[in-house]
């Protein structure tokens, strides 16, 4: 075979290989290290645009070695069921609320406490002095923390006004099935919730089940419960915590490079978040008072009933089941923080 018909044999085989890979597409190579994340944040939210971010972002500079996939919208069910999917490896890992974070590490309910945090800045001054605490205690628990930011401040939305310990305790407030928290809220002012998981609460407010919820504004939306409630009490009860966990042992067999990238991409991302939420947040109720929304004035001396029966809930709760020493630790940078502002 000469020269020129060689290389004639050549052009032509590559240009069928050509033809045929644009026929027969090779089939994508699946991630050395893919991370299953389930989260109850429907699709198209904030924290679902960003973690598919960071996941895109992370395939690149590993040249596809780092993937994440997100289940959204509760399609892998509410955040005990996600738990224990994760022990068996069918995810690896999950966005969680403060409830969902303490199914994991009990104690971490006292951030969720209400009134502990009275506004975003006292919640930051904590945040970056107990973030590494909480880092190892989890660590201690299998799982990595790569990230926490808050979801926002929790008000109360009602269909009729309720503004003080009185009207809250005529309502039909609902309790995410498992807050021990807001249940001891309600035993503590004598009033009988009605527990319901996440995607029925709609139905719940349809139905006249509930006519009370605590939420923030943007998940108020989000949900599109906003449609079912009438009034806003204007005062913060507590700040609702989001992180962002997994499972220690998928992360911890990748190497070294890979986890800091992975944390730093995570912590950097909702770091810078964090501001978005708030404006969000803020965005959302200006958007719901237009349609509607009441503010409902609360006057001092119900914020200070409401006060009262928040220390005793904390106080019920720390001798019976979580840590008093925690709170304590808490409590104390909060009084330092606002020492220092004075």
């Known amino acids: 075979m000469n020269f020129n018909k060689k290389i004639k044999i050549f052009l032509l085989s590559g240009f069928l290989l050509l033809i045929l890979s644009d026929i027969f597409p090779q089939k994508p190579k699946e991630p050395k290290y893919l991370f299953k994340i389930a989260s109850e944040a429907p699709d198209g939210s904030t924290w679902i645009t960003n973690i598919r971010k960071i996941g895109k972002d992370l395939n690149t500079e590993s040249k596809g070695e780092i993937g994440i996939v997100i289940y959204s919208g509760s399609i892998m069910g509410d955040q005990s069921t996600v738990i ?19 199914l994991i590490y009990k104690d971490f309910a006292v951030m969720g406490f209400p009134m502990v945090f009275k506004n975003y800045e006292e919640y930051d001054y904590v945040k970056e002095k107990m973030t590494s605490y909480y880092d190892d205690e989890f660590e201690k628990r299998d799982y990595i923390l790569l990230c926490w930011t808050e979801v926002g401040l929790i008000y109360l939305f009602s269909k009729d006004k309720v503004n003080s310990v009185q009207t809250l305790k005529k309502s039909k407030p609902l309790l995410i099935e498992g807050d021990s928290i807001s249940l001891a809220l309600f035993n503590e002012i004598g009033t009988s919730p009605i527990p319901l998981q996440i995607s029925d609460v709609m139905t719940g407010l349809q139905t006249g089940l509930i006519d009370t919820i605590f939420s923030s504004p943007y998940g108020l939306i989000a949900m599109q419960w906003f449609t079912k409630v009438n009034y806003m009490a204007d005062f913060p009860i507590t700040l609702m915590i989001g992180a962002v966990m997994i499972d220690s042992k998928l992360y911890n067999s990748m190497p070294e490079n890979y986890r800091q990238k992975m944390k730093s991409a995570f912590r950097t991302t909702f770091d810078n978040l964090n ?6 947040n803020n965005n959302a109720l200006t958007a719901i008072k237009k349609q509607g929304l009441n503010i409902l004035n609360v006057p001092e001396q119900d914020q200070k009933n409401f006060n009262i029966v928040c220390n005793n809930v904390a106080k019920n709760l720390t001798e019976k089941e979580y840590s008093r020493d925690l709170l304590k630790k808490i409590e104390d940078h909060v009084d330092n923080f606002r020492k220092n502002k004075k």
């Open 84 to 102: 224990k999917k994760i022990k068996i490896g069918q995810l690896n890992g999950a966005t969680f609320s403060s409830q969902g974070l303490s």
């Open 275 to 280: 501001q978005k939420v708030r404006d969000d």
